[in-house]
């Protein structure tokens, strides 16, 4: 999939919005204890101690910088993700929590979700993390089989899942289990096991990915044998059904939950929302009004922990004051632009963006939200709709427009009809 890029310059004036979608912050912290084989997140192992304080600084100087382009909006839902955000502490992530209150306006009810590593959790922390303001936990399980978890290179062992899986459950009522199939010599019944076991801890939701080998990983140097795409599919049928037979909503590829219990933030890039991404390597979309046009711009900070950190230069000792510590000891030259990158989507991209997130949603999406987010009519995409019900991928119903079952199966298919 292509996207063309062009700068802000170019962008295109024509864009109409009658007012921009909902905003959701995301924050981004690059660190993990280990790198996983098969990860081409935007993660770096920790060499020595976590830079907590600069990094905390960093972020606050990130999201000053970013305060006029989101100026007067609420933030609907916050995501701590990585990385491994659990590495921070919880007086960190409380700190972190204050800078975001005291500069953006962020509802009491908001959803702030924190991604968790079991390898890097105690008794307390959790506890601690839902004292400091997270809402919603989602932890990093992957498998409870012990052979799996060492072929995936996971720094936690089964007991380790286990224990942390239970404190999830003692200490948030609205948590998240990250399951994983697919995995090398992997069978359908162990697939369901893991499943079927992660259900004996009451999450919320579930997020059940297949493993697949990404460019630039360690898997993608030497591969694993993966079972056949036909086990895989057999996996994903058995995990589907078993979960609705649970109880549960399968609301997006890979995303299952409880009535009300679907990830609000998630939802709101499914939706096609707005989002600002702080952090080194995270990623922005913000729905803008600059010099009486409107653009949809896009946004990636700079990517390499060392080089965010060096930009920002931000001044720990402001946030957090420290013996003989002085902004004069971090006078390293930065610039206080966090941005690697920055361009406008051309108008004509916007449709295949919006579908490429809406249509993960199995229940689809109302029709006059393609006008809301992308500020063109759903004539412009008329010819592929129809090409799509045609072949069996999309249906209409009642003003949505919502993948079929073989639409989801073949998402990227169906996808594909909108770059055309
Ligand atoms: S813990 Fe998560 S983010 Fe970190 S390397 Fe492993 S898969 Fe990637």
Known sequence: MTRREISPVEAPGALEFSTPPPLSLYVHVPWCVKKCPYCDFNSYPLRGGLPEAEYVAALAADLESALPLVQGRRIVSVFFGGGTPSLLSAAGLDALLS????????????????????????????????????????????SFDPE??????????????RRAAAFAARDFDNF??????????????????????????????????????????????????LPDPERCADMQEAIEAGLDEAGFIHYETSAFARPERQCRHNLNYWTFGDYLGIGAGAHGKLTLRTRNAWEVRRQMRWKHPKRYLAEMNADPSALFPREGASPAERSDGGTGNPLQDEFSVAADDLPFEFMMNALRLNEGFDAALFGARTAQPLSAVETILRRAESEGLLVRDAGRIAPTRRGQRFLNRLLEMFLA
């Open 148 to 161: 799996h978890l060492r072929t995936l290179g996971r720094i936690h062992d089964a007991g380790q899942a």
């Open 99 to 142: 800078i975001i209150r005291a500069r953006v306006p962020l509802p009491g009810d908001a959803e702030i979700t924190l991604e968790a590593n079991p390898g890097t959790v105690d008794t307390g922390k959790f506890a601690a993390f839902r004292d400091a303001g997270i809402t919603r936990l989602s932890l990093g399980v992957q």
């Open 176 to 225: 998240n289990l990250d399951l994983m199939y697919g995995l090398p010599g992997q069978t359908v019944a162990q697939a369901l096991a893991d499943v079927k076991e992660a259900l004996t801890f009451s999450p919320t939701h579930l997020s059940c990915y297949q493993l697949a080998i990404e460019p630039d990983t360690t898997f993608a140097v030497s591969p694993p044998a």
